[in-house]
Structures are given as C-alpha cells and as structure tokens.
C-alpha cells in the first residue's frame, strides 16, 4: 500500500476546491519540471530516467499529493530508523507514520536512488539502461510494490509520455545545468503559487498541518468571507472553533477546512497571553482535541511556560 497510496489526495468536498484556481500540477509540467533532475540521477546512479519519472508521477500523483508538496517527497520513503533528517507525518497504512521530508525535488529523486542501491534491487542494474521494461518488472519482483500490475502501470506511464527518449540523454553540463535548474524552480514556484489560489481579495494559503486558510483582514465579516468562498456560516464556525455570536476576530488565520486531530509539531510552551484557541489555531488541531490531549476540561486555560502535547497525549501525573 506504501506505493499506491502516497499518491491518493483528499480534498474536503467545498465548491472553493473545484475552481479554476485550483488547479493541480499537470503531468506534462511534472516532466518538463523534473526530467533533468532524473537525467543526473541516472547518469550518476545508473537508474534509467524513465524509471525514476514514471515511479515519481505514480507515487506522488503528479507531484500534486500532500507528501509531495509539503515534504518533496516523491516515492512514499518513510523515514526508517537511519533517518537523520526533517520528517513529515501523515496515516498510510497505519495511522501517523513517518516520512522524509526533503528541501527541494533533487533530493528526493537522490535518496529514491540510493533506496535503490539496497541488495534486492542488485541486479537491476545489471540490465540495460534503456531497458524499462526490465526495470518495471524487476522492481515488483524485488518486493517495491505490492500492486500486481505495478509493472504495466509503469511502462504505460513511460510509453504514453515517451519517458524512455531521456534515457538517451546526457545529463547537462554544469553551466546548462545551473541555469536549467534556475528556470525549474521559478516554474515550480509559479505554479505552487497558482496551486494555492487566489479568490476575491484573499489569498488561500496552506497550512503546514495541509488545510487551507486565509488571513483575516480588518474589513472581514464572516458573512463576507463566505459569500467570497461560496461557503456556509457554519462551516467557517465550526472549522474555527468559533462562537457563532461572536464577531469575525479582526487579524489571523481563518480556515476554510476542518483542522487536524494532531499537529505537525508534538509540544507547545504556553508563551505570556496565549489561549487554548490561539494554540488550536496557530497549529491547526481541533480545540476539543486540544484539550483531550492535555488532560483539561472545556473552557481551562493553560499556564505560561506549560508545556502542552499537539500530537500524543499528556501521561498521567
């Protein structure tokens, strides 16, 4: 399942979500962006280019999945007890398991590589490297993935996109690279912005917990803000933990989803002012899971200085 359900993205189900501008990375922006990185992988590894962009478009949906835009990890490698590095947490095949999280999409395509290099996967690299085919099957035979037809999935990716002419390429040269790799992140980042979307006079944003949000203006309302974003009231109380009396608070983030049952973080010192429904907000975990975690009753305030859970809960004193 490691494989197959990496890519597998769920959106809340708001009209906001299927407009325009919202629009999902395209495969053939998926490989304009990134078939230089696989060329030098394969001229430094040895894994056909091919292989490396099929498995990449496969495994993260096109670059589109929450792993792969929050983490740039774009093959599901999940963190392993050898991991040094940042991490990402989200449920796969158990709940909040752990995966790499990288700085940018090379260095995915690089640890994806020497993955690779483990003794299973040996005589793969016996094969030619123009040999898709017989990477495509030999990595199902070597236990990568448990999806029967992962091998037919791969080379239909290959042959439909002609993935396999890359793997005639020669990597760029160093001065071509540099620049090829400038163009690729401005690319990247257009399109990253024109992901999260603009509608009306706000920008929607993603949380580093993946829900979207806006930040509140001085001139919102809450009756505004959902005429902007074709939603309902309470959908905008209820996804903020707000008192549906109460005014739209005048500045911070507003969520257009429902928050997390746990945070990306795993403890929160209570700084001098701070509520439970600052907290909740800043990193976006229900209020009410908030304060199961810590052991409080409803409506309880924390201490400065006291050190609060975000992802498991408070042992027992």
């Not at 002609?162 to 790799?181: I, M, R, S, T």
């Not at 903020?240 to 746990?262: C, H, M, S, T, V």
């Amino acid at each position: 399942m490691r494989v197959l359900s990496t890519f597998l993205i769920f959106f809340i189900g708001l009209p906001l979500f299927a407009q325009p501008s919202e629009r999902r990375i395209s495969r053939a922006e998926y490989i304009e962006m990134y078939k230089d990185d696989a060329i030098r992988e394969m001229k430094r590894s040895g894994v056909p280019a091919s292989i490396t962009l099929a498995q990449g478009i496969l495994e993260s949906g096109d670059g589109n999945s929450p792993l792969a835009r929050k983490a740039n990890n774009h093959f599901g490698i999940k963190c392993h007890s050898d991991w040094k590095g940042k991490t990402y947490h989200q449920d796969d095949d158990a709940k909040d398991e752990c995966f790499r999280k990288y700085k940018n999409v090379l260095e995915s395509y690089h640890d994806h590589s020497e993955f690779l290099k483990k003794k299973r996967y040996a005589f793969l690299f016996e094969l030619k490297p123009t040999d898709y085919k017989g990477w495509a099957k030999g990595l199902k035979k070597a236990g990568y993935a448990t999806n029967p037809r992962y091998p037919q999935l791969l080379i239909k990716i290959i042959e439909d996109n002609n993935l396999h002419q890359y793997d005639l390429a020669k990597a760029p040269k160093k001065e071509e690279g540099k620049k090829l790799w400038k163009e690729k992140e401005e690319n990247a980042t257009t399109i990253k912005s024109e992901i999260a979307g603009r509608r009306g006079s706000h920008t929607v944003k993603m949380h580093d917990n993946n829900i979207r949000y806006i930040e509140v203006k001085p001139e919102d309302d809450f009756e505004k803000v959902a005429n902007e974003f074709n939603m309902g009231l309470w959908q905008l109380y209820k996804y903020n933990d707000w008192d549906k009396e109460e005014a739209l608070f005048e500045e911070g983030i507003l969520y257009l989803q429902p928050k997390r049952n746990k945070a990306q973080e795993g403890y929160h010192y209570v700084a001098t002012g701070e509520t439970m429904w600052d907290i909740s907000q800043k990193y976006g975990i229900k209020l009410k899971k908030l304060y199961r975690k810590n052991r409080m009753e409803k409506g309880e305030q924390p201490k400065v200085g006291e050190k609060l859970y975000l992802r498991k809960k408070k042992p027992r004193e």
